[in-house]
């Protein structure tokens, strides 16, 4: 996130937003289109197996992770790509036309 889109509600300032990758997890877990995709699932359970397993909650699952968790995680290439992947899609699936917003053809 460019520092004109970050947020600047008080709670999200105690999140470890320093961490380069942070801002990505958390435009991932801010995402409702998880909520029937579930194209974020393994990522989700890979940072709190447990946690997620129990609530299939992604902002929870990132706001209760360890600092040390996140920063390893991040630091782990296949993660990295896997994350980079995740966000690349979704943001392409937010600028891709929507089916009714493309021009129909004319009826004869």
């Known amino acids: 996130m460019n520092s004109q889109s970050q947020v600047?509600?008080?709670?999200?300032?105690?999140?470890p937003t320093d961490i380069e990758g942070f801002e990505s997890l958390a435009e991932l877990a801010l995402d409702m289109r998880w909520s029937w995709t579930h194209a974020t699932d393994a990522l989700w359970q890979e940072?709190?197996?447990?946690?997620?397993a129990l609530t299939n909650n992604p902002?929870?699952?990132?706001?209760?992770?360890?600092?040390?968790?996140i920063e390893?995680?991040?630091?782990?290439?296949?993660?990295?790509?896997?994350?980079?992947?995740?966000?690349?899609?979704?943001?392409?699936?937010?600028?891709?036309?929507?089916?009714?917003?493309?021009?129909?053809?004319?009826?004869?």
């Open 8 to 15: 600047s509600h008080q709670l999200y300032n105690v999140l």
């Open 47 to 52: 940072i709190d197996p447990d946690l997620w």
């Open 59 to 69: 902002w929870l699952v990132l706001v209760t992770a360890s600092r040390h968790k």
């Open 72 to 108: 390893s995680l991040l630091a782990d290439p296949v993660f990295h790509e896997k994350l980079n992947r995740l966000v690349q899609a979704r943001r392409e699936a937010v600028e891709a036309p929507a089916g009714f917003s493309k021009p129909t053809p004319r009826l004869p």
